[in-house]
T-cell receptor
Framework: GAGVSQSPRYKVAKRGQDVALRCDPI?????LFWYQQALGQGPEFLTY????????KSGLPSDRFFAERPEGSVSTLKIQRTQQEDSAVYLC????????????FGPGTRLLVL | KNEVEQSPQNLTAQEGEFITINCSYS?????LHWLQQHPGGGIVSLFM???GKKKHGRLIATINIQEKHSSLHITASHPRDSAVYIC????????????FGTGTRLTIIP
């Protein structure tokens, strides 16, 4: 079956530009996570949805970062007025809602801000 | 100090060697994941465990909850095992977000 997909796979943005990153989770998965992975580092949590509800956004680094999942399936991570320090791989993962369920990761979107 | 620490950071071994990667964590957890990340590739979950030991093919993962420690072992290592291996934990409270270690870069030389 289809896994988690993300688009675009690569994005080059000029500093100050707004970008939108899309995540299509596995069908029926209730939980959706966004993570940010800087070069050479482990991923770090950004935000978490359970269906359409954003239950935790404590990892979003600034108010330039905004995420939504309006119908409880596809999610979009938007970054306004991008800065060079936003350059990273943005990973999306989904799972069933229970705590000890495996998270399935998408291939990531590699964002480069020039 | 990170909540999840891995060692070693880098590991180079000859094909066929037995590999051990260690993970220590400082918080109470409900589960621990071992993940594999190939260069330029996505992340694949290898194991999720909350106690004891799990085995899949040449991979074995163990966890000691009392000592807050887990190990990933690879038997009869092969060049295709070359990847970054990441330990990640789910805390006991809150949502199921993962807190990650910084990873161990494994290179297996033919």
């Amino acid at each position: 079956g289809a896994g988690v997909s993300q688009s675009p796979r690569y994005k080059v943005a000029k500093r100050g530009q707004d970008v939108a990153l899309r995540c299509d989770p596995i069908s029926g998965h209730v939980s959706l996570f966004w993570y940010q992975q800087a070069l050479g580092q482990g991923p770090e949590f950004l935000t978490y949805f359970q269906n359409e509800a954003q239950l935790d956004k404590s990892g979003l680094p600034s108010d330039r970062f905004f995420a939504e999942r309006p119908e409880g399936s596809v999610s979009t991570l938007k970054i306004q007025r991008t800065q060079q320090e936003d350059s990273a791989v943005y990973l999306c993962a989904s799972s069933h809602t229970q705590r000890e369920e495996t998270q399935y990761f998408g291939p990531g979107t590699r964002l480069l801000v020039l | 100090k990170n909540e999840v620490e891995q060692s070693p950071q880098n590991l180079t071994a000859q094909e066929g060697e037995f590999i051990t990667i260690n993970c220590s964590y400082s918080v109470g957890i409900s589960a621990l994941h071992w993940l594999q990340q190939h260069p330029g590739g996505g992340i694949v979950s290898l194991f999720m465990l909350s106690s004891g030991k799990k085995k899949h093919g040449r991979l074995i993962a163990t966890i000691n909850i009392q000592e807050k420690h887990s190990s990933l072992h690879i038997t009869a290592s092969h060049p295709r095992d070359s990847a970054v291996y990441i330990c990640a934990v789910i805390g006991m409270v809150g949502n199921e977000k993962l807190t990650f270690g910084t990873g161990t870069r494994l290179t297996i030389i033919p």
